[in-house]
C-alpha cells in the first residue's frame, strides 16, 4: 500500500534516500527493500525457532512490535484465517509473515485503539468493573504503546528495542520496583506457560498502574466522598452537593475530604493483581486464541476476573465506604473498622452487596466495550480518511464517553451497592438485602432516587482517566 500521509513519504525518503539528493534511485529503493526483507527474515526466524512456521497471535504481535509496525486483532485473525483456508493448517510462511506486514497500512487507527484499550492501565470511575489490560507479547519490560507518529519507527526494528530498555529508569529512581516484581513472581510462578518475560511485564505494569491508581484516587478523593454522602443519605433527608461539602469541612477541614481514600489506595495493588492473573488465566479457558481474543471473550473473561478480584478484596471496600460515610470518632482506622463491623455485626457483614457489585461488572463492562468499539470504527475511520493517526485526546476521549455511558446505565446498581456497605452503621438505614434496599429506595424518590450522587460522579470521570493516563505513561516511559 503506498503511503498518504507527509510524515510517512517523508520517513522513506530519509531512510532511502542514501545520498540524500532528494530522489530516491532504482538501485536505493532495491537496497531499501532488501534491508526491510532482512529485519522481517530476523523477526520470523526469531520467532520460529524450530522452523515449523506455527506462530502464535502474540509472536505475530510481537513481531510487528519490533518492526515498529501496529497491528488489530482483526487483522491477526485475518493472516490466521488465510493460512488455514490455504490447506496450510495454520502454518504461516516466511512469505506469508512478509507480505503481510508489508501491506500493513503505516496509519492504522484501529491498531491504535486496540493497543491503547488493551494495554494502558486507566482508571475509570468504576474501575472495578473494567477488564484489566493486556499483559502482551513481551519478552522484557515493556512501555506502554506512544500514541504519537510511527512513521520512524515503522522503519527500523532497533528503535522499538531501545526505548523499551530505558523504559524503567524513572520510575526506578522515584520508587522501589522489587515489591512489584515479588509479587509478579508470587503470581506468575515458572513454568512453560509462566516464564521470567511474564512476570516482569506484570511487575512494571502493576508498578504503573499502583502509582497512576493512587495518584487519581487521592486526587478525586473530595469528589468520591461528596458522592457516597449523597448515595446513603435517607429519604427523609436527601444530601445535596452543597451539605455535603459543608458537612465533610465542618468534621475536620479540607483533611476530612480525603477520609477512607487510604484504603482507597491500599486495595489497588491486589485488586489489579488478581485481575490481571484471572484474566490471563480465564483467557486461556474460554478463548479460541488467547493471545487475540474476540470483544466477547474479553468481556467475559475480564467479568470473571472482575468478579474474583472482587470477592477477594470486599472487606476493603466495606471499609472503603464506611469510613467515608461514618460520622467522626466512630472508627479509628481501617483496622478498628474491620474489628467493628465483625464483632458488632457478625463476618458475613463484610460481605455486604458483594452479589450486587458482581452482578454490575457484566453490564458494564459489556457497555463500555461496546461503545468503545463502536467509537473506535467512527472515529477510526475518520482518521484513517485523512490519512493521520488518532492522538491520545482522541484515543482518550473515546475511553471516557464509553465508560461515562457505562456509568450512567449501572449507575443505580453501584447506589445499590454503596447503600448496602454502609447498611447497619449508627444512623443509617439498615437493608434486609438488595431487594429491600431497592424497594426502599424506589420508595424513597423514584428513579430520581437511585442517581442521588450522579453529578460528583461524572465530575470524577475526566480528572480521573487523565490524571491516571498522565502518569502511567510517564512511568511507563511512553
Request: aromatic share 6%; glycine share 8%; net charge neutral.
Amino acid at each position: 500500500q503506498l503511503p498518504r500521509s507527509r510524515a510517512v513519504v517523508e520517513a522513506f525518503f530519509s531512510h532511502a534516500d542514501a545520498d540524500g539528493d532528494g530522489r530516491v534511485t532504482m538501485c536505493e529503493f532495491r537496497h531499501f527493500c532488501a534491508e526491510r526483507e532482512r529485519q522481517l527474515r530476523e523477526v520470523y526466524d526469531g520467532m520460529d525457532k524450530s522452523g515449523s512456521g506455527k506462530l502464535t497471535s502474540d509472536d505475530l504481535k510481537r513481531g510487528a512490535q519490533e518492526l515498529g509496525v501496529k497491528i488489530s486483532s482483526e487483522q491477526l485473525r485475518l493472516l490466521h484465517r488465510r493460512a488455514d483456508e490455504s490447506e496450510k493448517h495454520g502454518v504461516i510462511s516466511f512469505a506469508d509473515f512478509r507480505s503481510f506486514l508489508l501491506l500493513l497500512p503505516e496509519v492504522n487507527p484501529p491498531a491504535v485503539f486496540e493497543a491503547f484499550s488493551t494495554t494502558v492501565l486507566v482508571d475509570h470511575a468504576q474501575s472495578e468493573c473494567t477488564p484489566p489490560p493486556e499483559l502482551g507479547p513481551y519478552r522484557e519490560r515493556h512501555a506502554a504503546p506512544h500514541l504519537g507518529s510511527t512513521a520512524a519507527a515503522a522503519s527500523s526494528g532497533s528503535s522499538s528495542s531501545s526505548s523499551s530498555q530505558g523504559a524503567l529508569s524513572f520510575p526506578l529512581a522515584a520508587l522501589p520496583l522489587a515489591p512489584f516484581a515479588a509479587l509478579s513472581n508470587l503470581l506468575f510462578p515458572s513454568s512453560e506457560d509462566y516464564d521470567d518475560s511474564r512476570a516482569s511485564a506484570l511487575a512494571s505494569k502493576l508498578y504503573s498502574g499502583c502509582v497512576a491508581g493512587a495518584v487519581s484516587r487521592t486526587v478525586t478523593a473530595p469528589i468520591d466522598r461528596t458522592k457516597m454522602l449523597m448515595q446513603v443519605s435517607s429519604a427523609k433527608s436527601p444530601v445535596r452537593v452543597r451539605d455535603a461539602v459543608q458537612a465533610i469541612l465542618s468534621e475536620g477541614g479540607v483533611s476530612a475530604f480525603f477520609r477512607g481514600n487510604s484504603v482507597n489506595v491500599l486495595k489497588i495493588a491486589p485488586e489489579t493483581s488478581i485481575k490481571f492473573v484471572a484474566f490471563d488465566q480465564c483467557k486461556t479457558v474460554l478463548a479460541d486464541d488467547p493471545g487475540n481474543c474476540t470483544v466477547g471473550e474479553r468481556l467475559v473473561a475480564g467479568s470473571a476476573a472482575g468478579a474474583l478480584a472482587q470477592a477477594v478484596i470486599y472487606p476493603l471496600e466495606i471499609c472503603k465506604t464506611r469510613l467515608a460515610v461514618s460520622a467522626p470518632g466512630i472508627y479509628s482506622g481501617i483496622v478498628h473498622c474491620l474489628r467493628t463491623v465483625v464483632r458488632k455485626e457478625g463476618g458475613a457483614a463484610l460481605y455486604q452487596g458483594l452479589g450486587t457489585s458482581i452482578v454490575g461488572i457484566m453490564p458494564y463492562a459489556g457497555i463500555d466495550l461496546t461503545v468503545n468499539s463502536l467509537l473506535k470504527d467512527c472515529v477510526g475511520g475518520f482518521y484513517a480518511e485523512k490519512a493521520q493517526e488518532p492522538g491520545v485526546p482522541a484515543v482518550l476521549a473515546c475511553g471516557m464517553l464509553s465508560s461515562t455511558c457505562a456509568m450512567l446505565l449501572t449507575y443505580p446498581l453501584n447506589l445499590v451497592r454503596t447503600r448496602l456497605q454502609a447498611s447497619g452503621m449508627p444512623g443509617s438505614t439498615r437493608f434486609l438485602g438488595p431487594i429491600d434496599c431497592v424497594r426502599q429506595t424506589w420508595a424513597g424518590g423514584g428513579l430520581k432516587a437511585f442517581y442521588r450522587g450522579l453529578g460528583p460522579n461524572m465530575l470524577k470521570v475526566l480528572p480521573a482517566t487523565s490524571i491516571s493516563y498522565a502518569v502511567f505513561d510517564t512511568l511507563s516511559g511512553g
